[in-house]
C-alpha cells in the first residue's frame, strides 16, 4: 500500500470574524493553531510542521501547513478474545464462547491469530484497514478545534445558538487547490478571504495554501504577526527620527498595537511644551495606556513633546489624522496639569493630613496609622544597613501623602511617582523624594528594586507591615485571592534583601513588624502575627524565585534544612517570643547571620558545589551517616578517642576531618561557602575508604560510640553549609 505520507498537501484554515479582542488575540490563535495540530495527531495524519506558526490580524484567525497527508496511515486494531482453555473443547472444536468471538470479528474462527500473556495462550484478531480521506476529517478537526477554544464569553449573532469570541463572516479551507467542504458558525468554507477594510474591502481569491500570506500582503493585510510587529518597530522609529528623538517602545503596548492593524502606518504627532512640566510620567501613561501611542524622547532620555500614533491605514490626509491624535490626547493632559498644579498648592502635609481619614484596612486602622507604623520599622532597618534614620523617617511619614493628591486620584499607577516631584518641589533632600517613589519597588514582576539604599529600607519596612498586618488580620491568600497581594509584598520584601545584599537578620525584622502592628481584633477574637508562618510564607515565595534561576528543588531543600539545623543547634534552649524560634520548616532565616543574603550565598555555592565530580558521592554517604546517627536512642556522643581505633580507614578519616575542620573554620567565618564545600569535596577517598571498611555498629559500646562520635562529627561539617543528603536522590 502506498505510504500516506508521501502524498502531502500544504493546509490553509481562515476563520474571518469582526474585530477580536486586542490582548486575547495572541491566545485565541495560538489556541486554534494547537487544536489543529493535535486533531491531526490524534487522528493518525502525518503532517509537515516546518516553521509554521498561529497566523493572526485583528479580523482574522489562521493556520497554514506547508503539508498534510491526504490520507490517515494504515489503521490497525488488535482485539483479545477468550483464551485457549476456554475457546476450544476437549477435541479442539470451537466452543460458543469463540463463535461469538469470530462472527462480532466478522472472520472464520480458523483465521484468527493466536498470542500468549502471562495467563496463556490465546485468540487475537488482527486487521489493518486502509485510513480515511483527510478531506472526510477536516471538518471535524476544525469544528473540534474552535470548540476547545477559551472563549469565556462567547458572543452570539442573529437567532443562532452557536457563539465565538466575535461573529464569524467567512471560513476559507484549502487542502492544496481544493476547497473542502465544510460548514461551521454560519458560514460555509470557499476559497475567498477578504482584504483590508478600507485600503482593499473586497474579496480575495486564494489558489493555494502557499498563495495565502503574498495574496494578503497584496490586499494591505499582514497576516504573519511578527511581520506586522516589525513593521510597527521600523516604521515608529523612523517617525521618531525624523523629529530628532528615539521611540519608547514598550513590549505590552506594542503587542495591543499589533493586534489592533492589519496595515500599520506611523504618523509624527505633537503637543505643547507646556504639558512638560507635568510629570512625564502621566504624560507617558495617557499616551500609552488610554492611546496606545509610542512617546518620542529626546537625546537626553527625556520625554520630548512627540509621539508616534500607528493608523491602520495609509491615509491620504496624514494631517488629519496627526490632528485626531493629538486632539484625543490634549484634555488628559489638561487635566494632569490642572491636577499638578492644584496639588502642589495643596502640599504634602496637608495632604498627609487627609490620610488619618482613610481606612487602610478595617483591622489595621487608618492609612495614617500604617505610616506611623512603617517609620518606626525604617528608623530600625535604617540604623542596621548605614542609613540616618532622621531620614528614613522623613521619608516614611511623606510616602503616603500622593494618596490623597488629584493627580494620582486620576492616574492611579502613579503612586510614589507623584510624591517624589511634590517633594522635590517642597525642596526635601533629594534621597528622600527619590526613597518615597522607591518604596513601591519592585511594582511587578521583573521589575528591578529600589536603587538607593534609603529606597530599599522603605520597601523594607513598608512589606513588612504589610505581610505582619495582613497575616494578623486574618487575610492570609487562599488558592488563588490574594486581595492584599501578600505573596507579591513577600517576593518583593525577600528580593530586596537578597538582591541589595543586605545582611540583615530576617526573624528581628520580622518580629518587630509583628510587635509594630500588635493585637488586631479579628471579629470577636484578638490576633497578632506568628513570626514562623510569616517565615515560612516567605521561603514559599523563594522556591520560585530560585526555580527561575535554575535552582533545583533538593538545592534549594538542602540550603533550608541545612541552615534549620544550624540554626536549631546555636538556639538557646527554651521558649520565647517567636522572634528566637528555630522550629519549623522554614527557620532558614536563623543562620550565622540570620539574612537572606547568607541564605542567598549558601544557595550559590550549593549549585556549584553540585558541579563536582565528588558530589553525588559525598551527599550520599552524608545521608547514610544521618541515617545512622537518627537510629541511635538517647544523646549521640561526642568524645573521640584515637586509642579505639581499630582500622587504618578510621584513623585516615579523623585525621582528614580535623584538617578539614581546620582549613574551612575561617573560610566559614569569612562566608566563603563556594571555598568550603570545594574543600570538603576532597574528604570523598577517606569517607568512601571509611564505609568500605568499617562497620560502625560494632559489639563493642565503646569501639560503635567512637565510630558514631567520628560520623557526628563528618556529618557536622559536612553540613556546615547546607544539608547536602538532600541532594542524594
Known amino acids: 500500500m502506498t505510504d500516506p505520507t508521501t502524498h502531502m498537501q500544504p493546509l490553509l484554515l481562515e476563520l474571518g470574524t469582526e474585530e477580536l479582542p486586542v490582548k486575547a488575540l495572541p491566545k485565541l490563535a495560538q489556541a486554534l493553531f494547537d487544536g489543529v495540530i493535535d486533531g491531526l495527531a490524534r487522528r493518525g495524519i502525518a503532517f509537515e510542521r516546518g516553521e509554521a506558526k498561529p497566523l493572526h490580524s485583528p479580523r482574522r484567525l489562521a493556520v497554514l501547513l506547508p503539508g498534510v497527508a491526504l490520507e490517515q496511515s494504515e489503521q490497525r486494531s488488535e482485539v483479545l478474545g477468550p483464551y485457549l482453555n476456554i475457546a476450544l473443547d476437549a477435541d479442539g472444536q470451537p466452543t460458543r464462547a469463540l463463535q461469538g468471538f469470530a462472527t462480532k470479528a466478522r472472520v472464520e474462527w480458523t483465521s484468527l491469530d493466536k498470542t500468549t500473556d502471562a495467563k496463556g495462550e490465546r485468540f487475537v484478531h488482527r486487521s489493518v484497514t486502509r485510513g480515511e480521506k483527510t478531506v472526510d476529517l477536516l471538518g471535524a478537526i476544525v469544528a473540534e478545534a474552535i470548540a476547545a477554544m477559551p472563549i469565556p464569553k462567547p458572543m452570539r449573532w442573529g437567532a443562532h445558538e452557536y457563539g465565538f469570541a466575535r461573529p464569524v463572516h467567512w471560513l476559507v479551507l484549502l487542502l492544496g487547490k481544493d476547497v473542502i467542504d465544510a460548514s461551521l458558525l454560519g458560514v460555509r468554507s470557499d476559497r475567498m478571504s477578504r482584504g483590508h477594510r478600507f485600503m482593499h474591502d473586497k474579496p480575495v481569491w486564494i489558489g493555494t495554501p502557499g498563495d495565502y500570506v503574498e495574496f494578503l500582503r497584496g490586499a494591505k493585510v499582514l497576516v504573519d504577526p511578527d511581520e506586522r510587529r516589525a513593521r510597527i518597530v521600523a516604521e515608529v522609529e523612523a517617525a521618531a527620527q525624523s523629529v530628532g528623538g528615539s521611540a519608547r517602545i514598550e513590549p505590552g503596548i506594542l503587542e495591543e498595537v499589533n493586534g489592533l492593524v492589519e496595515w500599520p502606518s506611523a504618523v509624527t504627532c505633537g503637543f505643547e511644551p507646556e504639558f512638560l512640566a507635568v510629570p512625564s510620567e ?175 529600607v522603605l520597601a523594607i519596612a513598608e512589606r513588612l507591615d504589610t505581610l505582619a498586618g495582613g497575616f494578623a488580620a486574618g487575610l492570609k491568600p487562599t488558592g488563588n485571592k490574594d486581595p492584599f497581594a501578600l505573596r507579591r509584598n513577600a517576593l518583593g520584601l525577600a528580593r530586596t534583601l537578597i538582591e541589595a545584599e543586605l545582611d540583615v537578620a530576617l526573624d528581628p525584622l520580622l518580629a518587630a513588624a509583628r510587635d509594630g502592628v500588635g493585637t488586631v481584633q479579628v471579629g470577636k477574637s484578638e490576633a497578632v502575627a506568628d513570626v514562623r508562618e510569616l517565615r515560612e510564607f516567605l521561603f514559599d515565595r523563594l522556591r520560585g524565585y530560585y526555580a527561575e534561576q535554575g535552582v533545583t528543588p533538593q538545592q534549594f531543600e538542602a540550603v533550608l534544612q541545612g541552615v534549620v539545623s544550624i540554626a536549631a543547634e546555636a538556639a538557646p534552649t527554651g521558649g520565647g517570643d517567636g522572634s528566637g524560634d528555630v522550629v519549623g520548616a522554614a527557620s532558614a532565616a536563623s543562620s550565622s547571620a540570620g539574612s537572606l543574603h547568607d541564605f542567598d550565598q549558601r544557595i550559590k555555592a550549593i549549585g556549584e558545589f553540585a558541579k563536582l565530580p565528588e558530589a553525588d558521592a559525598l551527599a550520599a554517604a552524608n545521608k547514610r551517616s544521618r541515617n545512622i546517627l537518627r537510629k541511635v536512642e538517647g544523646e549521640l556522643p561526642t568524645a573521640i578517642d584515637p586509642a579505639l581505633f581499630a582500622e587504618p580507614a578510621e584513623r585516615e578519616l579523623a585525621a582528614a576531618i580535623d584538617a578539614a575542620i581546620a582549613d574551612t573554620d575561617p573560610l566559614l567565618a569569612q562566608r566563603d561557602y563556594v571555598a568550603v564545600l570545594g574543600r570538603l569535596a576532597r574528604l570523598r577517598p577517606q569517607v568512601d575508604a571509611f564505609f568500605e571498611a568499617v562497620m560502625v555498629n560494632a559489639d563493642d559500646e565503646k569501639v560503635r560510640n567512637n565510630r558514631l562520635a567520628l560520623l557526628k562529627r563528618l556529618s557536622d561539617r559536612l553540613g556546615s553549609v547546607a544539608a547536602i543528603e538532600h541532594l542524594s536522590s
Do not use: C, W
Open 282 to 456: 502621566a504624560l507617558i501613561a495617557t499616551m500609552e495606556t488610554n492611546q496606545k501611542f509610542f512617546p518620542v524622547l529626546d537625546a537626553g532620555g527625556k520625554l520630548s513633546e512627540h509621539f508616534v500614533g500607528v493608523a491602520n491605514i495609509e491615509s491620504r490626509d496624514v494631517a488629519q489624522v496627526r490632528q485626531g491624535y493629538e486632539r484625543v490626547i490634549r484634555p488628559r493632559f489638561s487635566d494632569a496639569k490642572f491636577f499638578f498644579v492644584e496639588d502642589m498648592k495643596q502640599g504634602l502635609a496637608s495632604m498627609n493630613e487627609g490620610l488619618a481619614s482613610v481606612t487602610y484596612q478595617k483591622a489595621l486602622g487608618s492609612v495614617a496609622d500604617k505610616v506611623a507604623r512603617v517609620a518606626t520599622l525604617a528608623e530600625v532597618i535604617a540604623a542596621q544597613v548605614g542609613v540616618d534614620p532622621k531620614l528614613a523617617r522623613r521619608a516614611s511619614e511623606l510616602s503616603k501623602a500622593d494618596l490623597q493628591s488629584r493627580l494620582v486620584g486620576e492616574f492611579p499607577e502613579l503612586q510614589g511617582i507623584a510624591g517624589r516631584y511634590y517633594a522635590a518641589v517642597e525642596n526635601e533632600p533629594v534621597e528622600v523624594a527619590h526613597a518615597i517613589d522607591e518604596a513601591y519597588m519592585p511594582r511587578f514582576g521583573g521589575d528591578a528594586i529600589a536603587p538607593s539604599k534609603l529606597g530599599q
